[in-house]
């Protein structure tokens, strides 16, 4: 059968990246990752960790509501928090020398 990411989750996943990158400080995290090589990577890193019932649908998309009551209860969204920030550290950790090379220094230190 073949397989999809729901736009729902993808836009559900999305949404919390965002949210959790805007409690990281804005240097180097949010800076980072405003970049869209490394955004892309996140995106991908935490669909690719994402249990196969919340990320994957086979052989039919799946509604949004179908999509959005997977999300909705507390073990769901402690998982995915949980995810995104491990997510975040590895995918800096794996592009830690791009990372140097593209991300402009911080100006606010002395």
Same mark, same amino acid.
């Given at each position: 059968?073949?397989?999809? !990411?729901?736009?729902? +989750?993808? $836009? @559900? &996943? ?9 409690? *990281?400080?804005?240097?180097? *995290?949010?800076?980072? @990752?405003?970049?869209?090589e490394? %955004?892309k990577?996140?995106?991908?890193? &935490? ?5 196969? $019932? /919340?990320? &994957?649908?086979? #052989?039919?998309?799946?509604? /949004?509501? +179908?999509? /959005? ?6 073990e769901? $969204? &402690? %998982?995915?928090? +949980?995810? !995104? $920030? #491990?997510?975040? *550290?590895?995918?800096? %950790?794996?592009?830690?020398?791009? !990372?140097? %090379?593209?991300?402009?220094? /911080?100006?606010s230190?002395?």
């Amino acid at each position: 059968m073949s397989q999809e !990411i729901s736009q729902s +989750t993808l $836009r @559900f &996943v999305i949404n919390k990246i965002e949210s959790i990158l805007e409690e *990281y400080p804005q240097h180097p *995290y949010q800076v980072a @990752f405003s970049m869209q090589e490394l %955004r892309k990577k996140l995106i991908a890193q &935490v669909l690719k960790n994402l249990p196969s $019932r /919340d990320s &994957v649908i086979e #052989g039919k998309k799946a509604s /949004d509501s +179908t999509m /959005d009551s997977i999300h909705h209860s507390l073990e769901e $969204r &402690v %998982r995915l928090e +949980t995810l !995104i $920030r #491990g997510s975040i *550290y590895h995918v800096l %950790r794996e592009n830690a020398d791009w !990372i140097s %090379r593209h991300l402009p220094q /911080d100006v606010s230190k002395p």
